[in-house]
């Protein structure tokens, strides 16, 4: 798929509920912890620099930010999230954003994509994730990113530690900063967001 037009459209916080229940738009999202390359990696897909804005802006972190992509598809910006122990996060965390916002649109969400540091893993958060994402039965692939920093070899065998270790789902390797496998993780997303 050709990427003609993104643009900004809002940010959600768990008061503008409205937004939710009007939209059918086919949607992907993007989770993972603070910092681990999200904004980086949309920004990277949609071919800009700094449409999605990166870590620097506090005030953003908390919201649920939604791109719309070619006036069909949303691709949305969750806040990232830090503790160690994500499933108490996501059962009460300070405005419960991310598992509000999965719950509420989970008929329209394509896939999850949750991001993981290539160098930083694997902890029980991520298990955790996988584990959230499943029970409510959406779709789902992970995704290593700044692969950059890995030797070629390691980044084999982190695929295949990752594929092991969540059960056999999709898992992508990715550097925004040198755009690996990007296309490739896009042409993935297309394919979820345009099946019947
Ligand atoms: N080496 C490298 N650094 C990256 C890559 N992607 C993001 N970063 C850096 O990681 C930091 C966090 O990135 P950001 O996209 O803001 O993460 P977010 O908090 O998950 O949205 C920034 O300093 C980025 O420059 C990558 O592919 N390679
Ligand atoms: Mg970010």
Not at 153 to 180: C, G, H, R, T, Y
Request: proline residues 3%.
């Amino acid at each position: 798929m050709k990427i003609t037009e993104v643009t900004f459209v809002k940010s959600v916080s768990i008061k503008s509920e409205e937004v939710l229940f009007e939209d059918t738009k086919p949607e992907v999202v993007f989770v993972g912890r603070s910092n681990v390359g999200k904004s980086s990696l949309m920004n990277a897909i949609f071919w800009t620099k700094d449409l999605v804005k990166t870590s620097s802006m506090p005030g953003k972190t908390r919201l649920a930010n939604l791109f719309l992509m070619n006036k069909k598809y949303y691709f949305t910006d969750l806040p990232g999230y830090w503790f160690a122990k994500l499933w108490q996060e996501l059962k009460k965390d300070l405005d419960g954003l991310i598992s509000w916002y999965l719950e509420e649109k989970k008929d329209r969400i394509k896939c999850v994509v949750i991001l993981i540091d290539s160098k930083i893993w694997p902890q029980e958060t991520d298990l955790d994730m996988y584990k959230y994402i499943h029970e409510l039965g959406l779709p789902m692939v992970f995704v290593l990113t700044k692969i950059d920093r890995l030797w070629n070899n390691d980044i084999k065998q982190s695929i295949l530690f990752a594929e092991s270790k969540f059960f056999w789902q999709k898992v992508f390797a990715v550097s925004s900063s040198k755009n690996l496998w990007v296309k490739e993780l896009f042409k993935f997303l297309t394919e979820k967001l345009t099946a019947k």
